[in-house]
T-cell receptor, first 111, second 117 residues
C-alpha cells in the first residue's frame, strides 16, 4: 500500500470548514483513499473513501486531485465533537483488507 | 455505536499471566480484525479472520493467538504477558475480506484497555 503524508496537527474554528490534506504521491491506479478518525482513545471511525472522483456523504467530502497524488478531507462545518486524529490510508480495494494507520493529523476544533 | 462489542472494557493483570479478549462483530459481518494501539507504536494490525479462518497476519507476537468461532465472535488470547503489552486492543469487523469491492469499510469496537503491572 502507498505511503501517506499528513500534517501532524491543525486547528479549526468551530463552525468553519476543516480542510485536512494528505499526500500520497506513490499511489497506484488501483489504490483507494480511505479516511478514518479516532476521537480520544475510542475505536477508529470510518469517514469516507474514494478512487478518483470526489465523494460526499453525511460526514464529509473527499476531494482527490486529478493526478491522484493528493487529497483533502473536508468537514464542512466543524464542531467541537470533530476534535480527533484523522488518518488518511491508501490501500488496494481488492487486496488484503487490514488497515495501516500512520500518525495522522490531530485536528483541534476551537470554540 | 458501531455495532461491534468488546469485553472486558478494562483489564488489569500481572506479568506472566494470560488473558482473553472477546469481540462480537456487527450483525452480518464475516470478517474480524484485531489491532493494538500503544503509546509508542500507534495503531497496528495484528490479525484477521474471515468466516472462521485466518485470512491475514500482521505484527502479532507468537505469545498472542486468536480464533473466530462458528457464531463469528472472536477471541484474542495474550499469554506470558509483559509490561510492554499494555495497550488498547481494538476489534473491527467488515462485511467483506477484501475481494468484495466497496464493502470493506471496517467498523471498530470501543476497545479493551489492558494494563500489565
Amino acid at each position: 500500500d502507498a505511503k501517506t503524508t499528513q500534517p501532524t496537527s491543525m486547528d479549526c474554528a468551530e463552525g468553519r470548514a476543516a480542510n485536512l490534506p494528505c499526500n500520497h504521491s506513490t499511489i497506484s491506479g488501483n489504490e483507494y483513499v480511505y479516511w478514518y478518525r479516532q476521537i480520544h482513545s475510542q475505536g477508529p471511525q470510518y469517514i469516507i473513501h474514494g478512487l478518483k472522483n470526489n465523494e460526499t456523504n453525511e460526514m464529509a467530502s473527499l476531494i482527490i486531485t486529478e493526478d491522484r497524488k493528493s487529497s483533502t478531507l473536508i468537514l464542512p462545518h466543524a464542531t467541537l465533537r470533530d476534535t480527533a486524529v484523522y488518518y488518511c490510508i491508501v490501500r488496494v480495494e481488492t487486496g488484503a483488507n487490514n488497515l495501516f494507520f500512520g500518525t495522522g493529523t490531530r485536528l483541534t476544533v476551537i470554540p | 455505536d458501531s455495532g461491534v462489542t468488546q469485553t472486558p472494557k478494562h483489564l488489569i493483570t500481572a506479568t506472566g499471566q494470560r488473558v482473553t479478549l472477546r469481540c462480537s462483530p456487527r450483525s452480518g459481518d464475516l470478517s474480524v480484525y484485531w489491532y493494538q494501539q500503544s503509546l509508542d507504536q500507534g495503531l497496528q494490525f495484528l490479525i484477521q479472520y474471515y468466516n472462521g479462518e485466518e485470512r491475514a497476519k500482521g505484527n502479532i507476537l507468537e505469545r498472542f493467538s486468536a480464533q473466530q468461532f462458528p457464531d463469528l465472535h472472536s477471541e484474542l488470547n495474550l499469554s506470558s504477558l509483559e509490561l510492554g503489552d499494555s495497550a488498547l486492543y481494538f476489534c473491527a469487523s467488515s462485511v467483506g475480506t477484501g475481494p468484495i469491492r466497496g464493502r470493506n469499510e471496517q467498523f471498530f469496537g470501543p476497545g479493551t484497555r489492558l494494563t500489565v503491572l
